[in-house]
């Protein structure tokens, strides 16, 4: 069955950077578009982004956009979220996702 864990959440100050990560299982990973989204606390799920199976197609989110880079690595199976430039806005339990199914997230909380 299909599997997503994330992995790399934490505490981080404002301006500063962190990487998460998903390793995934159970499909075929490199033929799978993966995306992100994230949940803040009593705001509804936002999408982050994607990335295209091959990693030549990668879409972002606005309010994210030219902070975040999402990055895959077919050989492991795993899908990257590297975010810079924080904010306190960006506090939330971010998610990732393949076809129809999401990992149980992994929380990221920007303060200082």
């Known amino acids: 069955q299909v599997q997503l864990v994330e992995s790399g959440g934490g505490r981080v100050q404002p301006g500063g950077s962190l990487t998460l990560s998903c390793a995934a299982s159970?499909?075929?990973?490199?033929?799978?578009?993966m995306k992100w989204s994230r949940q803040a606390p009593g705001k509804e799920r936002e999408w982050v982004g994607s990335?295209?199976?091959?990693?030549?197609?990668?879409l972002y989110g606005d309010s994210v956009k030219g902070r975040f880079t999402i990055s895959r690595a077919n050989v492991n199976n795993t899908v990257y979220l590297q975010m810079n430039s924080l904010k306190p806005e960006d506090t939330a339990v971010y998610y990732c996702g393949a076809m129809n199914v999401w990992g149980k997230g992994t929380l990221v909380t920007v303060s200082s």
């Open positions: 159970g499909f075929s990973f490199k033929y799978t578009l």
């Open positions: 990335i295209s199976a091959a990693g030549d197609t990668i």
